[in-house]
C-alpha cells in the first residue's frame, strides 16, 4: 500500500467515526469557500471542531476531494508539494490539509502549490497566530474563516437539534428577553452547562474539562514556542496570569500589580498578555480611551472554568457572565470598549458603525441608574437570548 492509499484509508475510517456528528453553522459557509479558487484557511482553538467541520465537508463531496493530515508520521519522508502534485495527477481538485501548521514551511509550499495546479484547497490549523500570519503572508491566494467555540444557540442545536433564533432587540430588552425564555423555557436548564463546558464540541460528548485544560497547554507548549519562540520566562508569565486571572474577578487583573506580585517586569507581562490575545486564549477589552485601563478576561468562559477545576475552585460567576456576553457581541462584530471609570459605571461600551450601547452585566439587584443614555442592565434573561442572535438587527 503506497502513501496515498494509506492516507485514504486514515481519511475514510475518520470520517465514518464523525458522522453522526451534526454540522456547526459555519458548515456551508467553509463549503462555499472551499468551491472558489481560492486556499481557505480555517483557524480556530483546538478542540472547536475544525477536523470534524473538514470530515463533514469530505463526505460530503468525496467524488474528487481527499483529505489528509499533515502531522501524520506517514508524511514525514515527503513534502506537501509532492503528495499534492500525486493527488492532481490522479484526478482529484478538492483537497482538504489538516493540521496545516504543523508542516514545516507550510506558507511557502501553499503558494507554490496555488501557482503550480488548478485546485480548490482547505486547510486547518489549531495554531490562530500561525493561521492568520500565513494568510497575511498568502496575500490575495487566501481567505480566513475563524472558527469559534459554540454560541449558546450552536450548543443548544447540537444538544437538543432544535435550532433557535432571536433578535437583539430582544435580547437586550428586559421585557422581551423574559418573553422569549418563557416561550423556550428547556434552554434555561442548559446555561449553565454551557458557561461550564459547553463552547466546545468535546465536552458535549465528555463533559471532562481537563481535555480543554490540556488543550491549553499544549498551545502555550507546542504551538506558542514554535510560532512566538517563547524563553522560560514567557511561559512561566503566560501560566502564572491565566492562573491569576482564573483566580480574580472580572476587572480585578492589573499590570501593576502583577508585576508586583511575580517580579517579571510590565513589558514583558504586556507582550505576554498580547501573545495570549493573538491565541484567542484572552480577550484585552480596551478602554474607551488611551489612559483607560484594559481589562483581561478569558476569550471563552469554559477556559476559566478549565483552569479552576485544576485549581479545585469556583469559578466567579460574574466573570463567566461577562466573559460570555464579551465573546457573544463581538460574534455580532460589535467593537467593546472598557467605560471610564467612576462610582457607577457601566461594565461595558459595545459599538458597531454608528450604533452604540453601553451594557451594564450583572443580575437583578442591578439598576438603570448604573448605565446612563441608551445604555442596558444584562441579567441572565438578556445573557440566554443573546447567545441566539445570529445576525445583527436594530429593530
Same mark, same amino acid.
Given at each position: 500500500?503506497?502513501?496515498?492509499?494509506?492516507?485514504y484509508k486514515?481519511?475514510?475510517?475518520?470520517?465514518a467515526?464523525?458522522?453522526?456528528?451534526?454540522?456547526r453553522?459555519?458548515?456551508?459557509?467553509?463549503?462555499d469557500?472551499?468551491? +472558489?479558487?481560492?486556499?481557505t484557511?480555517? +483557524?480556530?482553538?483546538?478542540?472547536?471542531?475544525?477536523?470534524?467541520?473538514?470530515?463533514?465537508?469530505?463526505?460530503?463531496? *468525496?467524488?474528487? &476531494?481527499?483529505?489528509?493530515s499533515?502531522?501524520?508520521?506517514i508524511?514525514k519522508? $515527503?513534502?506537501?508539494?509532492?503528495i499534492?502534485?500525486? %493527488?492532481?495527477?490522479e484526478?482529484? &481538485?478538492?483537497?482538504?490539509?489538516?493540521?496545516?501548521?504543523?508542516?514545516?514551511? !507550510?506558507?511557502?509550499?501553499?503558494? $507554490?502549490?496555488?501557482?503550480?495546479?488548478?485546485?480548490?484547497?482547505?486547510?486547518?490549523?489549531?495554531?490562530?497566530? +500561525?493561521?492568520?500570519k500565513?494568510?497575511?503572508?498568502?496575500?490575495?491566494?487566501?481567505s480566513?474563516?475563524?472558527?469559534?467555540?459554540?454560541?449558546f444557540?450552536e450548543?443548544?442545536?447540537?444538544?437538543?437539534?432544535? *435550532?433557535?433564533?432571536? &433578535?437583539? @432587540?430582544?435580547?437586550?430588552?428586559?421585557?422581551? +428577553?423574559?418573553? !422569549?425564555?418563557?416561550?423556550?423555557?428547556?434552554?434555561?436548564?442548559?446555561?449553565?452547562?454551557?458557561?461550564?463546558?459547553?463552547?466546545?464540541?468535546?465536552?458535549?460528548?465528555?463533559?471532562?474539562?481537563?481535555?480543554?485544560?490540556n488543550?491549553?497547554?499544549?498551545?502555550?507548549?507546542?504551538?506558542?514556542?514554535?510560532e512566538?519562540? /517563547? &524563553?522560560?520566562?514567557?511561559?512561566?508569565?503566560?501560566? *502564572?496570569?491565566?492562573?491569576? /486571572?482564573?483566580?480574580?474577578?472580572?476587572?480585578?487583573?492589573? #499590570?501593576?500589580?502583577?508585576?508586583?506580585?511575580?517580579?517579571?517586569?510590565?513589558s @514583558?507581562? #504586556?507582550e $505576554?498578555?498580547?501573545?495570549l490575545?493573538?491565541?484567542s486564549?484572552?480577550?484585552?477589552?480596551?478602554?474607551e480611551?488611551?489612559?483607560?485601563?484594559?481589562?483581561?478576561?478569558?476569550?471563552?468562559?469554559? /477556559?476559566?472554568?478549565?483552569?479552576?477545576?485544576?485549581?479545585?475552585?469556583?469559578?466567579?460567576?460574574?466573570?463567566?457572565?461577562?466573559?460570555?456576553?464579551?465573546?457573544?457581541?463581538?460574534? %455580532?462584530?460589535?467593537?467593546?470598549?472598557?467605560?471610564?471609570?467612576?462610582?457607577?459605571y457601566?461594565?461595558?461600551?459595545?459599538?458597531?458603525?454608528?450604533?452604540?450601547?453601553i451594557?451594564?452585566?450583572?443580575?437583578?439587584?442591578?439598576?438603570r441608574?448604573?448605565?446612563?443614555?441608551?445604555?442596558?442592565?444584562?441579567s441572565?434573561p438578556?445573557l440566554?437570548?443573546?447567545?441566539?442572535v445570529?445576525?445583527?438587527?436594530?429593530?
Open positions: 500500500m503506497d502513501i496515498v492509499e494509506k492516507l486514515i481519511s475514510i475510517k475518520k470520517s467515526e464523525i458522522s453522526p456528528f451534526k454540522k453553522y459555519v458548515f456551508n459557509k467553509a463549503l469557500s472551499l468551491k +472558489s479558487r481560492r486556499i484557511l480555517l +483557524s480556530g482553538l483546538r478542540g472547536v471542531g475544525k477536523t470534524t467541520l473538514m470530515l463533514q465537508i469530505f463526505n460530503e463531496m *468525496k467524488e474528487k &476531494t481527499f483529505y489528509f499533515a502531522d501524520s508520521v508524511l519522508t $515527503t513534502s506537501l508539494f509532492d499534492v502534485e500525486r %493527488l492532481e495527477k484526478g482529484y &481538485t478538492f483537497i482538504l490539509i489538516d493540521e496545516i501548521h504543523k508542516s514545516v514551511n !507550510w506558507i511557502n509550499e501553499l503558494k $507554490t502549490i496555488y501557482d503550480s495546479f488548478d485546485l480548490n484547497i482547505l486547510c486547518s490549523g489549531s495554531s490562530p497566530a +500561525s493561521i492568520e500565513g494568510n497575511i503572508l498568502l496575500g490575495r491566494r487566501s480566513m474563516i475563524k472558527l469559534n467555540p459554540l454560541s444557540g450548543f443548544i442545536y447540537l444538544k437538543t437539534g432544535k *435550532k433557535l433564533k432571536a &433578535t437583539l @432587540s430582544q435580547a437586550l430588552s428586559r421585557k422581551k +428577553s423574559i418573553e !422569549w425564555v418563557a416561550r423556550h423555557s428547556f434552554v434555561e436548564r442548559y446555561f449553565k452547562e454551557y458557561l461550564h463546558s459547553g463552547g466546545f464540541p468535546f465536552s458535549i460528548n465528555m463533559a471532562k474539562n481537563d481535555l480543554l485544560f488543550s491549553i497547554r499544549k498551545m502555550i507548549y507546542e504551538d506558542a514556542l514554535s512566538f519562540r /517563547l &524563553t522560560d520566562k514567557k511561559v512561566d508569565i503566560a501560566e *502564572k496570569l491565566l492562573t491569576f /486571572l482564573a483566580k480574580s474577578p472580572p476587572g480585578e487583573f492589573s #499590570y501593576n500589580s502583577f508585576s508586583n506580585l511575580t517580579g517579571y517586569p510590565k @514583558s507581562i #504586556y $505576554t498578555a498580547e501573545m490575545k493573538e491565541m486564549l484572552i480577550n484585552i477589552v480596551e478602554g480611551r488611551v489612559n483607560y485601563p484594559p481589562k483581561l478576561l478569558f476569550f471563552h468562559p469554559n /477556559l476559566r472554568v478549565a483552569f479552576t477545576e485544576q485549581l479545585e475552585e469556583t469559578p466567579n460567576v460574574g466573570a463567566l457572565r461577562e466573559e460570555y456576553f464579551v465573546f457573544h457581541i463581538s460574534n %455580532l462584530n460589535f467593537k467593546v470598549f472598557v467605560p471610564k471609570k467612576a462610582k457607577k457601566p461594565d461595558y461600551i459595545c459599538k458597531r458603525k454608528s450604533i452604540s450601547f451594557a451594564e452585566i450583572g443580575g437583578s439587584s442591578k439598576s441608574e448604573q448605565v446612563k443614555g441608551k445604555g442596558y442592565v444584562l441572565e438578556n440566554i437570548v443573546l447567545g441566539f445570529q445576525d445583527f438587527e436594530q429593530k
